[in-house]
């Protein structure tokens, strides 16, 4: 029963109050219903690894001693698995069985006494690295789903949260607060929160534990620093209870009332609320909600500095209550009592607002109570009423009877008579025993208790069975490999036994369906039969462990340990349930690993020792759960020969560790099997037979090579290609190589003749891929073998296509290196779209196809259709061929010259279809098309249906009905055939079908729409090859890649976001390119929407920041290697069947079928699939890097993927020389190219992208791997192919769009992305056909050097083109296209010197870019900034132009009029060219980036340069307009180089006169204010270089406009160099105190704004709806994080501008001094309010950076005009405050201003929908007129007259006009 002693009422600590924030990685999270409380492990951020790996060395070698250990006490205890010994506390004590809980690991281990030690207490100087506890302040809904949370919870294993500490419970367990896990659970409807108190003491009742709130320094926690919330705790409401108690629920004594409690501190203080208010509470919450956001949204309302008392308050389930605020904050954190509840939250400053009016009558809803019986000596009273109290914490409702009233303390003592919905109290939990354990013992990594069970019963079992004992000698195999401590035999007495009962249980289960036979709530140490996920095959096995959606299995015949799903659990049939395990549990005698844990390279060499061989095992001794044993090879076991533990330790691979005595090892007693294997046994001692018997198969076991094979080329219908034609039979059956895939053949070819014309390697029997000699050339090709005969072999070369027969010796084995590159050749086929007239193809119709082929040249294209599978000859692509440069296709020419018709009759019975007909459906590059989306593959990719192809999907729905009702097909013809599938909706849709796991089911992708689903095989139907409607039919499902949207990084929210926005809808597609695998390349709009920018706006948003991160592989701790084992155990263990395949003639299993849980590959030799199999074992320790340890990198691509410019021989083209080696070898650039060549290299040496790159510094580099080379002189990035080796870190390169080489360090190459390499090589390598006309290199290269050439192309040889040169004039004119630019300012020109032969610096000419077609103004020629650029202005000129703005010192920005048509070209020459500028990415945009900025959506582009910078926007400086602008970082795009170097439009001006004092300055602004926007004639005096400005002179009226101060005279008549007057302003204005102005405003102009601060009619302040300014402001004021210079003592005068620190806003405020003396008063000019600092504070006053200064107020200082208040005073009342508050509490106010009273103040009429609120001021009696007739005027106008005034109205009442003196656009409310 409940024993706790509770807290009495008043007893909370008064003081600070600390909750410690911790940062943890939560590793598990647990809830059931039945538990309540969420458990959760986590591990702490700031640990250090490194210390707990030393700590776990030192345990192991601690001295161990047994100790008794209580529960809750410390020891070390010992894994029986490992032998390993582990920090541990004790959880919980049964019989003699310990449960101990690892704290440094989580888990818990079950262990008797023997394995329990004590230790010195120096192991537990380092914390735990694991900490539990409860989530506080949170309870999951009973009736949440359970599953969902599960999910929930699961998502966030491996999360960093912050939670703060609330309280301990015993033994260090914590009540954690996690905000954020609180709120989500909240938000989604899976919990609700509690407050701090009453959760607290529900834990205690739940509990019956002890709690320790946080009031103590915490020193085992890793806590950097404590940070975090503090507020103050009062132990009352002490005056406010009176209020309060006042406005509560009146009850009477005796009376019964249903109520709910809401908020408890103990069973002495509690609240509750009647039970029926709960729908007025959330009508309450509701609207409050309503008002609350409503004012966030338009006041964005202030700090609540004078709120007084009650105020409306979101709590942390983000929903609005009503409060009272106890008192003043700290760190922004008020203290607020939820008044409606009656508990007590820390709420942040911002989520309190004022409490409207209308909600303060309203009654208080809660009432505090107490229990009546807590004075009650009677126990099972007060357990009884402690049960009710705490069922109603967990959400029931009680029915109470009123006791008492106790009128001091405010309270109803009470006694609960009955729960209403939870009518039992619920039982205690009791916190130190199960419930905790239960939660720990739930993690994936819990099951060790029963492992250790199960692994000794079936040990047991297994050694009576086996009739084994210490002693005994055996013959067995080696079933799984853990490590040498640990691995799994099975002997060979038993093993036709194990044949033939797994013959049978497969048999079994091949009659059981998938849903059949489930294993119904699986428990650990049940037997089973689970699938094996690796080969889908069902074996025995035990649950050892549950996991969320199935178990971990123990098989138990193998020893390995799988995770399998629910359903794949099955009930384990009787007959095969009562046999023993067939495998023993071993570890090999006195050997230990040298270091802590056994290294991933000694347990590799272990496992070959022992696998596929039949090995001597001796039993050396019994323990609880495995047998200590002595391996020794059987060949060998006639000569006594040397134990594997002993080869061990003598090649110091493991180390000695004496367990077993010398005598228990020296006598073995003989264990005769079946086979009676016999052996010596006299004879331990070392043999050197029998350890050269050892090195010889380890080393064997290394010479192993891997399966040599032919890689195919990935075809596919709708791909794309240049071809030549290498073997043409028929036009039904002709060979095509892909021709970019040509000089890789060619190379190749060389290395082949090169290596085996000097060269003999062996060809292997049973071998199929060869080399092969030619016999009518003997030049060696790679091929295939397809049959042997009489001596005689064909080959058919997969090269070329053809089929030869040779003899043996024309043959030689192939060696991997010559297997990278895929078979070249494809069989292709012209049948199925045209077919011969008559009986067969004539030879006319094969030679018209050669000759076509031929002609054709590097203009043949194919277009693969289809692919067929024909009877004797395999795979066929049905394609389409054509030739580009004349658009005809073979196809159409050979029907048309009568050599075959259109296809007319059904295939011939020896062709099968292999896919269905591909079509692009016309679709070209810029074509739209309207398109329903059926299908999200990826985030970047989709499948389409295009809307002109319904009708299409409806004959094939309709084809589909007919075919259905056809008898369904055999499910084994179904696989990899074409065929119907049953979809989920009941409907049937074409698929083709793929083999998959179980047999049962098949793979089905549904080609008219692009989605994939496995399937029964029930449910697929084989369409037969008559329905030819169905058969050729194109594929409707287009796959779309989305273009632009980048596709490395995968993001669930992307995925998800695209799925909602556009699948199962129709959308407009843009095409931008056919890619060569038949896909598009799209832009999707959903209405005028780009999905592809938001998409790539979403994964920018998303994407992480690069972080450094240094990894150490550490081995030394035990959760780590868990895992590795866990991983090992399903997928490391040797082959079952193979092994006794191998040994065991009598073996009854093909190799093809497994037997085993365990992954091998399949149809390999028996030492074949150990090696495979074992590579994906333990990972290797780190190494040094060889070749072993560095590996090539797939990312690396080879040059032969890499496209060569097309050419054909006779082409001409304009061209430059590029480089130049001799007259045999120098390359050349295409001039058309080099536009791409110039972006090319912009793009690969942005800053964007440069962060973006993979060093090669880990990666071994091949010769011809493509890289990104930085060449030395330049720094500069180009594409790059590797040439040479020269050492480890040093390579020769050969710049591929250049030509030259040169020698480059590893540190700076790079990986090159794969978008560059989809890229032509732009130089062509070439030589001279006839060099007689130069004499040597240096001649040809001085005449073609930096000179257009024109040059044809007449052969190609050798992989090189051999060209005739002609120069061309250089005076003739040349198109834009292909002129020659010399030089341009942004690329260095071509200089002769860098083309000498040995020159080495990759050529770089500038570009000549053609201007776009629209703009006809200003031609773009090959200085592109000449045409923009004006003649320069001098000192003298006089020039007229329009004023752009002004500053607040008089700067002002001016532009000449004869630029305006320029500006106009170059800004339409910018909006026109906008998608070419490449967006700028947000985490680029930095002060100072010169980018271009676009107004609205398609208005004209600006050119722009960012001043400030901050969250998701920043402010520019319009370049060309001299204005400040905000833009959002998204949407900036990089500006071109020549256009940054064309010079501003605007040009900085200043006033030539001499500025003293601040008048001079106001004077010269309203001077320039008044013509901003007015055309002027300026005279330019001087220019100052250092401030970049013009001094000028205005003329007007053909005088100079001047301001002179009253020292005119002292004026210095010479300004030459203006030197003078740029120095002596300088100084003034840093002298001078900082003034903030308000912008001008048009009197008697209508404005629309709102009120900021308001305190009577005669003081408030109005903001005008500026946006652009109040974002400036915002912006710039945020980003003030340097060093702010504090405010001259000489500054602190009235008017004077300052900066201010806000404690409510946390933020810097602009502010005036209005008031300095012994107090200093500031208003915050862009807020309203008044702050008050002491004088001794004045250090707290900044002094405003300029350009912050030269912003104006946002407020403007109003008094309301034509009233005065109605008391005889002259004083405003304070009702009339609050109802003038009240009138301008709304947005959209008409503001006139009509006079400017003062400076800084003026009287204004205010408009509140339509009504002057003077006259509702006087209305309500709380004003009157200042003149009575305008008065009685406003008596008599209505609400519409007010608002809008008519012009003829006011004509006939000039007063009324006086009223209404409104400008004609008055109507206009200004917002941007």
């Known amino acids: 029963m409940m024993s706790l002693e509770f807290k009495s009422h008043g007893s909370v600590p008064v003081g600070p109050c600390v909750l410690w924030p911790v940062d943890l990685m939560l590793t598990h999270l647990n809830w059931n219903p ?100 409860f989530l506080s302040s949170v309870l999951l809904l009973p009736d949440s789903c359970h599953s969902v949370v599960e999910k929930y919870f699961a998502n966030l294993i491996g999360r960093n949260v912050t939670g703060y500490i609330q309280a301990f419970l015993p033994h260090k367990v914590l009540l954690l607060e996690a905000p954020d896990i609180n709120s989500d659970l909240v938000r989604h409807g899976f919990g609700r929160h509690v407050d701090t108190s009453t959760f607290l003491l529900l834990v205690e009742m739940l509990t019956e534990a002890p709690l320790k709130q946080n009031i103590e320094p915490a020193p085992y926690l890793l806590i950097e620093k404590q940070r975090g919330q503090e507020f103050l705790k009062l132990t009352s409401l002490k005056g406010y209870e009176n209020i309060l108690s006042s406005c509560r629920p009146k009850l009477k004594c005796g009376s019964h009332v249903t109520v709910r409690v809401t908020a408890a501190v103990n069973p002495g203080l509690f609240y509750c609320q009647m039970a029926d208010k709960e729908s007025e509470l959330k009508e309450l919450s509701s609207s ?179 009739e084994i004992q210490v002693g005994s000698i055996f013959a067995g195999y080696v079933e799984h490999v853990q490590n040498p401590n640990h691995f799994w035999v099975r002997t060979e007495k038993r093993n036709d036994e194990f044949e033939e009962m797994m013959e049978k249980l497969s048999r079994h289960f091949r009659r059981i369906a998938l849903d059949e036979d489930i294993l119904e709530n699986p428990e650990p140490g049940m037997l089973c039969c689970a699938v094996y996920e690796e080969d889908m095959h069902y074996y025995r096995g035990v649950v050892v462990d549950l996991l969320e959606h199935g178990a971990e299995v123990l098989f138990i015949d193998f020893g390995n340990i799988g995770k399998v799903p629910h359903n794949l659990i099955k009930k384990i049939p009787e007959e095969f349930a009562d046999k023993s395990a067939f495998a023993l549990c071993c570890s090999l005698v006195n050997v230990v690993p040298i270091y802590e844990f056994w290294s991933s390279s000694s347990t590799d060499s272990f496992r070959h020792l022992v696998s596929n061989k039949v090995l001597q095992i001796h039993v050396i001794q019994m323990r609880k759960s495995k047998c200590d044993v002595d391996l020794y090879d059987q060949e060998c076991r006639n000569d006594g020969g040397q134990g594997l533990s002993e080869f061990l330790i003598s090649t110091n ?371 037969p090859k008559e329905s030819m409607e169905l058969l050729n039919k194109p594929m409707l499902a287009l796959r779309f890649s989305l273009a632009g949207v980048p596709q490395g990084i995968v993001f669930a929210q992307v995925s998800e976001w695209l799925d909602a926005a556009v699948l199962n809808k129709q959308v407009r597609a843009v095409i931008v390119a056919k890619m060569e695998d038949g896909s598009f390349g799209v832009e999707l709009f959903d209405g005028e929407v780009s999905v592809n920018e938001r998409l790539k706006e979403l994964i920018h948003s998303l994407t992480p920041k690069p972080k450094i991160a240094i990894t150490f592989n550490i081995s030394g701790g035990k959760k780590t290697q868990n895992t590795s084992k866990r991983q090992g155990q399903a997928k490391t263990s040797p082959t079952k069947n193979m092994q006794k395949k191998n040994l065991n003639k009598s073996n009854k299993h093909s190799p093809n079928k497994r037997t085993g849980p365990v992954k091998s590959p399949q149809s390999k030799k028996p030492d074949e699939v150990t090696q495979r199999a074992e590579t994906y074992n333990w990972p290797s320790p780190p190494e040094p890097q060889t070749k072993s340890a560095i590996q090539h990198n797939s990312k690396v691509l080879q040059i032969s993927c890499l496209s060569l410019i097309k050419l054909t021989e006779g082409s001409k083209l304009k061209c430059f020389a590029s480089h130049i080696d001799s007259l045999s070898s120098f390359f050349l650039q295409r001039s058309s190219d080099e536009v791409n060549i110039f972006q090319m290299a912009e793009d690969l040496n942005s800053s964007s992208f440069r962060e973006t790159l993979e060093p090669c510094t ?37 710049f591929v769009d250049f030509g030259n080489s040169a020698i480059v360090g590893k540190e700076k190459v790079f ?36 000179k257009p050439l024109r040059v044809e192309f007449v052969c190609y040889r050798k992989s090189q083109w051999e060209v005739k040169v002609e120069i061309l004039d250089a005076t003739a004119p040349v198109p834009v296209e292909a002129a020659a630019p010399k030089e341009t300012n942004t690329i260095p020109e071509v200089k002769k010197t860098q083309t000498k032969p040995n020159a080495k610096k990759p050529v770089r000419r500038a570009i000549k870019r053609k201007p776009p077609k629209t703009v006809s103004t200003i031609e773009v020629s090959k200085d592109v900034f000449n045409a923009f650029l004006l003649p320069k202005i001098q000192r ?336 405003w009342s304070n009702e009339a405050a609050v109802f003038f508050q009240q009138c301008l509490d709304q947005k959209n106010l008409q503001i006139f201003f009509r006079e400017e009273v003062s400076e800084c103040q003026w009287k204004v009429d205010i408009l509140a929908n339509g009504v002057h609120v003077a006259k509702q001021l006087v209305d309500a009696g709380h004003a009157s007129y200042t003149d009575i007739v305008l008065g009685l005027r406003f008596q008599e106008q209505s609400p519409r007259r007010s608002l809008w005034p008519q012009s003829d109205k006011c004509d006939e009442d000039p007063e009324m006009e006086q009223i209404f003196n409104v400008d004609s656009d008055s109507n206009l409310c200004m917002t941007m």
């Open 1258 to 1294: 880990n990666i071994s580099l091949k010769v011809d791997d493509l890289v990104l080379a930085e060449y030395e002189e330049d720094g500069a990035l180009y594409r790059a192919v590797v040439k040479q080796n020269i050492d480890s870190c040093t390579f020769k390169v050969e």
């Open 1311 to 1346: 990986v090159m992305a794969k978008e560059y390499v989809s890229q032509l090589r732009y130089s062509i390598p070439c030589s001279l056909l006839d060099s007689s006309a130069f004499n040597n290199t240096a001649a040809f290269a001085n005449a073609v050097m930096d």
């Open 1436 to 1771: 003298g000129d006089t020039e007229i132009g329009l004023v752009l703005s002004v500053q607040s010192n008089g700067d002002f920005y001016f532009r000449l009029d004869k630029s305006g048509d320029t500006l106009a070209a170059l800004e339409s020459l910018m909006t026109i060219n906008f998608k070419n500028f490449k967006p700028i990415l947000t985490s680029d945009v930095k002060k100072g980036l010169n980018c271009v900025v676009q107004e609205q959506n398609g208005g004209p582009c600006r050119r722009a340069v960012v001043i400030k910078v901050s969250h998701d926007a920043c402010l520019v400086h319009l370049l060309d307009h001299g204005k400040i602008g905000t833009a959002s970082k998204s949407t900036l795009r990089q500006m071109k180089n020549y256009i940054t170097m064309i010079p501003s439009f605007a040009v900085h001006c200043r006033l030539n006169i001499q500025r003293g004092r601040a008048q001079d300055m106001q004077m010269c602004y309203e001077a320039i204010k008044a013509i901003e926007g007015c055309n002027v004639k300026l005279v330019f005096v001087s220019i100052s270089e250092k401030q970049q400005l013009w001094f000028v002179e205005i003329v007007m009226d053909g005088f100079l406009l001047q301001y002179h101060n009253s020292n005119t005279e002292k004026k210095k008549t010479e300004q030459d160099s203006g030197q003078g007057n740029e120095s002596a302003t300088e100084q003034d204005e840093q002298d001078l105190p900082q003034k903030l102005a308000c912008a001008p405003v048009t009197l008697n102009k209508e404005y629309c704004g709102f009120a900021a601060a308001v305190t009577t009619p005669f003081e408030f302040c109005v903001v005008l709806e500026d946006l652009h300014l109040l974002s400036q402001v915002s912006i710039l004021l945020d980003d003030l994080q340097h060093k702010l210079q504090p405010l001259p003592s000489t500054h602190l005068i009235p008017r004077a501008g300052c900066l201010v620190k806000s404690e409510s806003r946390n933020k810097w405020c602009r502010a005036e001094i209005l008031h300095a003396d012994s107090t200093l008063m500031v208003n915050l000019v862009d807020y309203g309010h008044v702050k008050c600092l002491s004088y001794v504070d004045h250090s707290k006053l900044k002094k405003l950076p300029k350009h912050i200064t030269e912003l104006p107020k946002v407020t403007y200082p109003c008094t309301l005009n034509m009233v005065r208040p109605a008391g005889a005073d002259e004083q």
């Open 653 to 1023: 691979q493991a180390c000695y560790g004496k367990n077993i005595s010398k005598e228990l090892m020296g006598g073995r007693k003989l264990y005769r099997t079946k086979r009676k294997v016999t052996t010596h046994n006299k004879q331990p001692l070392l043999q050197p037979k029998a350890a050269k018997k050892w090195n010889e198969e380890e080393a064997s076991l290394e010479k192993l090579k891997e399966p040599v094979s032919i890689k195919v080329l990935n075809i596919k219908p709708g791909c794309e290609f240049a071809v030549r034609c290498v073997l043409i039979n028929t036009p039904s059956d002709f060979w095509c190589q892909r021709l970019d895939q040509v000089p890789a053949l060619e190379a190749l070819m060389e290395r082949l003749q090169e290596h085996y014309s000097t060269r003999t390697v062996p060809l292997e029997p049973e071998t199929s891929c060869c080399v092969v000699k030619l016999p009518f050339n003997a030049k060696w090709c790679r091929g295939i073998i397809t049959e042997r005969q009489n001596g005689k072999t064909r080959v058919i070369l997969v090269d070329f296509g053809s089929s030869i027969q040779v003899t043996e010796d024309c043959l030689q084995g192939l060696l991997p290196e010559f297997c990278v590159l895929e078979g070249q050749a494809f069989r292709c086929s012209l049948y199925n779209v045209i077919e011969p007239l008559a009986l067969g193809w004539t030879g006319n119709a094969t030679e018209f196809l050669r000759q076509f082929a031929n002609n054709s040249g590097a203009n043949l294209k194919c277009n693969v259709v289809s692919q067929l599978n024909v009877k004797n000859k395999g795979l066929c692509n049905v394609v389409h061929l054509c030739n580009t440069e004349s658009n005809q296709s073979v196809s159409n020419l050979l029907v048309e010259n009568s050599l075959a018709q259109v296809v007319t009759r059904t295939p011939s019975p020896t062709v099968f279809p292999e896919s269905f007909v591909y079509s692009s459906y016309d679709l070209r590059e810029g074509s739209e098309e309207q398109v329903f989306v059926t299908h999200v593959h990826s985030h970047f990719e989709v499948f389409c249906q295009l809307e002109k192809n319904t009708l299409v999907l409806e004959e094939i729905d309709a084809k589909i009905s007919e075919v259905q009702k056809v008898k369904q097909a055999n499910a084994e013809t179904v696989v990899e055939k074409l065929c119907l599938a049953k979809y989920h909706d009941g409907k049937w849709y074409r698929g083709i079908a793929y083999s998959a796991h179980p047999p049962s089911h098949v793979c089905v992708t549904f080609v008219d729409y692009g989605n994939t689903m496995m399937t029964e095989k029930k449910h697929v139907i084989f369409i």
């Open 288 to 466: 409050l909600a309503v008002a609350c956001e409503l004012k966030v949204r338009v006041n964005q309302l202030r700090t609540p500095d004078n709120l007084g008392l009650l105020c409306s308050v979101k709590g942390k389930d983000e929903k609005w209550y009503r409060g009272l605020v106890q008192h003043l904050p700290v760190n922004s954190l008020y203290r607020v009592l939820f008044v409606d509840y009656g508990y007590f939250e820390s709420v942040n400053v911002e989520n309190i607002h004022k409490l409207p009016p209308h909600f303060c009558s309203i009654p208080v809803m809660s009432f505090p109570c107490a229990l009546s019986c807590m004075n009650s000596e009677e126990e099972a009273i007060k357990n009884k009423q402690l049960g009710f109290l705490k069922a109603s914490l967990l959400g029931g409702i009680l029915e109470i009877e009123i006791n008492n009233y106790k009128p001091k303390q405010h309270l109803y003592c009470v006694t609960i008579l009955k729960a209403l919905e939870r009518v039992t109290p619920i039982p205690i939990q009791k916190f130190s025993s199960t419930e905790l354990t239960r939660n720990e013992l739930s993690l994936p990594q819990s099951g060790h208790l029963y492992y250790e069970t199960v692994m000794s019963k079936e040990l047991d079992k297994t050694l009576g069975d086996e």
């Open 34 to 133: 039945e538990a309540t409380l969420i458990h959760f492990q986590g591990q702490y951020l700031t640990i250090c690894e490194l210390d707990y790996n030393i700590l776990q060395g030192e345990i192991q070698n601690a001295p161990k001693a047994p100790a008794a250990v209580d529960i809750g006490e410390f020891c070390l205890v010992e894994d029986l698995t490992s032998a390993r010994w582990y920090r541990g506390r004790v959880q919980n004590l049964k019989k003699d069985l310990y449960d101990v809980f690892l704290i440094d690991h989580g888990n818990v281990l079950s262990v008797d006494e023997a394995h329990i030690s004590s230790c010195s207490n120096d192991l537990f100087i380092l914390p735990p690295k694991i900490v539990c506890g």
